[in-house]
């Protein structure tokens, strides 16, 4: 790996149901800001689940003109105005060959809620009142093709459709582009806006969200009395870039991305493997390429989604990966104990939570965990952050169809 171009981190920008703004974002995390509570985007009357993560008073003409927000739907906003926030904070736009810049965002769905509006209206009033926009705002690639046109992005822009790993395979295949030689930066990341009456009701049928009642006993990851997850939306970004090129134009370097897992667990449509393998592998590929060793100090922010499997499953892989004794001394958390789930954005956010952690030495909690799994018995920093002064922070993404992904950052 010693010959390959070195990536680093010269942006960030994140929206989610704890805070617009990667400062905000990270604030309330440490402070445990729990951003669930009752969903207020359709009638929940005949629904078994009650409770969300969404993106509070979002307005998309914060971020966009008027004639394209009417254009796009809810989750290439989000993905917009992660982008945005990212690229200022970078000042990369200018200061690389558009056909060097590239953009790779994820997706688990893409624009759910327009497919079930155009459907409905096709239903209700016929095929000639379906929206001309629709396929445009409908489809997974658009967040990446939208980003691109909006900075003159010429590189590859593609999108990764992974389900939940979807923001992580993003940034890590954007993190090969680099080192290999195919662009100098890419805008990478993810974003997700799936809670509708359709997707919801996907969910609870196939009994994997939560049906709690109380915001402070829905999302618990690692906890005995976890039950599933709780849905959420949002999005987030980062600017990763040929070490060589950022340090030449001054720009500010938060973290290095220094490896990368990606596996399938070749198992089941939503089950992980009960040994754990897939995900095993994933992290083993990301900490082999970051050179782990047993000197380091090291933080997961783990998937962490509160379903009995995950939990269980993701314990035993860190187990595996770091070997059980470095796995006792390192520090945990899942901050969708926060968030909830954000699907196809979680891997993006939880990827700028791992550098905050390396940049402030705080480890963000995991809220409300009050009673532990026998089988979940590491440290998931309960309740209220830690600080730490960790060398290497990783941020597991496991995801329906056995997609395991993983990222490795360090310091500069």
């Keep these: 790996m010693e010959n390959y171009r070195r990536v680093v981190v010269t942006g960030m920008g994140a929206i989610s149901p704890v805070g617009k703004g990667v400062e905000e974002n990270w604030r309330n995390l440490v402070d445990g800001v729990n951003g669930i509570d009752e969903i207020t985007l359709f009638d929940t009357t005949d629904f078994k689940a009650k409770l969300d993560g969404e993106v ?12 394209d927000v009417l254009k796009t739907d809810r989750y290439a906003q989000f993905a917009i105005a992660a982008a945005k926030e990212a690229v200022e904070m970078s000042n990369i736009i200018g200061s690389v060959d558009p056909e060097r810049l590239a953009v790779y965002f994820g997706t688990g769905i893409g624009g759910m809620a327009t497919f079930v ?9 016929g095929p000639g009142r379906v929206s001309p926009f629709f396929v445009p705002m409908m489809i997974a690639n658009m967040s990446s093709g939208l980003i691109s046109i909006r900075y003159n992005a010429q ?11 979807s923001g992580t395979n993003a940034i890590g295949e954007a993190m090969r582009l680099i080192r290999h030689g195919y662009a100098d930066a ?3 990341g993810g974003s997700e806006a799936a809670i509708c009456e359709c997707g919801v009701a996907g969910f609870i049928n196939m009994q994997a969200l939560s049906t709690a009642t109380d915001r ?14 709780v849905i959420a939306e949002g999005g987030a970004a980062l600017i990763l870039e040929e070490y060589e090129h950022a340090k030449k134009r001054g720009a500010a370097i938060y973290a290095e991305l220094v490896g990368y897992g990606s596996t399938s667990d070749a198992y089941h449509i939503t089950a992980p493997r009960a040994d754990a393998e897939g995900a095993r592998r994933a992290m083993s590929q990301a900490l082999q390429e970051a050179g782990y060793s047993s000197d380091d100090s090291v933080y997961v922010n783990a998937h962490g989604t509160g379903t009995p499997l995950n ?6 892989a860190i187990k595996h990966a770091l070997g059980e004794e470095a796995a006792r001394k390192a520090v945990i958390s899942s901050t969708k104990s926060m968030t909830g789930h954000m699907l196809g954005a979680a891997g993006a956010l939880e990827a700028i939570v791992s550098i905050k952690a390396l940049e402030t030495g705080i480890i963000p909690p995991t809220i409300n965990l009050l009673e532990k799994d026998e089988e979940c018995d590491l440290d998931y920093a309960p309740l209220k952050a830690v600080r730490k002064d960790i060398t290497l922070a990783i941020s597991n993404s496991l995801g329906f169809g056995g997609h395991n992904g993983c990222l490795a950052f360090r310091r500069v």
Excluded: Q, W
Excluded at 57 to 63: A, K
Excluded at 117 to 125: A, D, F, G, Q, S
Excluded at 311 to 316: H, I, N, P
């Design 117 to 125: 509006k155009e459907h409905n209206t096709l239903l209700k009033r």
């Design 155 to 165: 590189g590859p822009a593609m999108p990764a459709v992974t389900a939940c790993a």
């Design 216 to 229: 402070n006993a829905a999302s618990l990851p690692f906890d005995k009395r976890r039950s599933g997850f």
């Design 186 to 188: 890419v805008i990478a």
């Design 56 to 67: 509070k008073d979002f307005n998309p003409r914060d971020y966009m003109d008027k004639s």
């Design 311 to 316: 939990d269980k499953a993701e314990t035993l």
